[in-house]
């Protein structure tokens, strides 16, 4: 294996894996962190956490725990990969996971390189946008667990780490990998530990993966998978095209009996939630019932995703709602309290439609992602056909189902439907 991945929760791990293989690495998914040896021919191995929100001793304790079982596993680079909104606390927790992953491998310097054009996150003058909007005048600025207030990457990295952040301009990008590589060169002399490099295309990304191919730990959103990707195929003059089709192939959808599950509450999410509830079967998760009666609340569900089989397109149970909403939810039952709570219920419901048959589930949302993930126990997946940039089927390396993992402001407005219309059984 030549690269190893650490993600911080499990759509971004399907994000990355997803960009790895159409840019030309075979590439495995694994859910934690393997106890031994894994035997795989892939070029890249990414590990999902779900360390994105929790206390940042235990996300460093996590990330570490990952990167000696991928330098167990021969790896030769290494990135911790996070959100292209750069999802974090006013602490943490990339700034300690990333000091934690430098001073384990002996590095002073890494790059931070959240953004994923083809998305809509871009990097100017170290600052963060979302589509046209600054990150902290974005959508996100509501997130209920990490609302992101501050744009400033710089800023960002300074508050949660260590060391110190310097910049990689527009202008310097715009010269080509040497300019990059000197002025990496530059920031490490200033004693810099976390350049964040300006990107605004995707060929700012073929050329930060051209200009990093040396360097032993890399920080990002997917996006500079890209380049990653793309400079080792071109130094092991692999055909992308054939470890592309070879790999889609891998993980392309199987098992009939499809359910779609929401729990982000993102803009985007919401917007997708609005649109397949005009074309199909909805149904909203009742936070009262899944804290007074989770388990009776949950045989209900299953018995109402039964009773929707007969409709063209799958069933939908969503705990998304609006920003208000929300607020009003969490100020009645507590925030940790109501999401635990759903997080229950849903896992509760995927134990019950596994067994009646159900395998192909649709998912929106990293933690709810995650959830669904660890109740149907799945160790590996294979990375299969593309969705929307960043989310791909992926399906069991056992082939017992599939799932479409995405996360909250991924796709467009008819991603549910197209997953299932695009990729019939």
């Known amino acids: 294996m030549q690269l190893g991945v650490i993600a911080d929760d499990f759509t971004g791990a399907t994000d990355i894996a997803s ?17 031994g040896q894994f035997i795989s021919s892939a070029d890249a191995v990414v590990i999902s956490l ?28 290494f990135y911790f990969k996070y959100c292209s909104t750069f999802d974090s606390k006013a602490k943490g927790n990339i700034g300690p996971v990333t000091d934690a992953l430098l001073a384990a ?19 100017y003058q170290g600052h963060l946008f979302v589509m046209e909007q600054l990150l902290s005048e974005s959508g996100m600025r509501h997130h209920p667990v990490t609302p992101m207030l501050e744009s400033n990457l710089l800023r960002l990295m300074d508050a949660q780490a260590k060391g110190r ?7 310097v990008i715009e010269q080509g990998k040497e300019a990059v590589k000197q002025r990496l060169a ?19 990304l073929l050329t930060q993966g051209a200009a990093l191919a040396d360097m032993k730990l890399l920080t990002g959103g997917s996006g500079l998978a890209i380049g990653v990707a793309r400079q080792w195929a071109k130094r092991s003059n692999k055909d992308i095209t054939q470890q592309k089709q070879r790999a889609q192939a891998a993980g392309y959808p199987q098992g009939a009996g499809c359910v779609v599950l929401s729990g982000s509450c993102s803009v985007m999410t919401n917007r997708q939630v609005t649109r397949y509830r005009q074309q199909t079967a909805a149904i909203a998760i009742d936070v009262e019932r899944c804290l007074s009666e989770p388990d009776a609340y949950a045989q209900s569900l299953s018995l109402w995703v039964e009773q929707q089989q007969h409709r063209r397109l799958a069933p939908m149970i969503y705990a998304t709602s609006e920003p208000e909403q929300l607020e009003v939810i969490q100020r009645q039952w507590g925030a940790e309290r109501s999401s635990s709570a759903v997080e229950q219920v849903f ?11 159900y395998r192909r589930f649709i998912v929106a949302g990293g933690e709810t992602s995650g959830v669904v993930a660890q109740t149907l126990g799945v160790g590996a997946f294979y990375i299969g056909p593309v969705i ?14 599939s799932l479409a993992l995405k996360s909250g402001n991924f796709g467009d407005e008819n991603f549910f439907s197209r997953a299932q219309e695009e990729f019939p059984v």
Request: charged share 10%; aromatic share 6%.
């Open 347 to 357: 896992a509760a419901l995927v134990r019950l439609l596994y067994a009646q048959g």
């Open 105 to 123: 491998l002996g590095e002073s310097q890494t790059v931070i390189s959240p953004a994923l054009p083809v998305n809509g996150r871009t990097v």
């Open 186 to 204: 530059e920031l490490q002399a200033q004693g810099v530990n976390y350049a964040v490099l300006d990107t605004l295309n995707e060929q700012h």
């Open 50 to 77: 779900k360390s994105r929100s929790c206390p940042a001793a235990q996300a460093v304790a996590d990330s570490l725990a990952a990167l000696e079982w991928l330098r167990g596993q021969g790896c030769q680079q």
């Open 388 to 401: 929307s940039p960043g989310v791909p089927w992926v399906k069991s390396t056992d082939g017992a189902f």
């Open 19 to 35: 960009f790895l293989v159409e840019n030309g690495m075979a590439t495995v998914q694994l859910n934690g962190v393997p106890t």
């Open 165 to 171: 952040s310097g910049l990689v301009p527009f202008s």
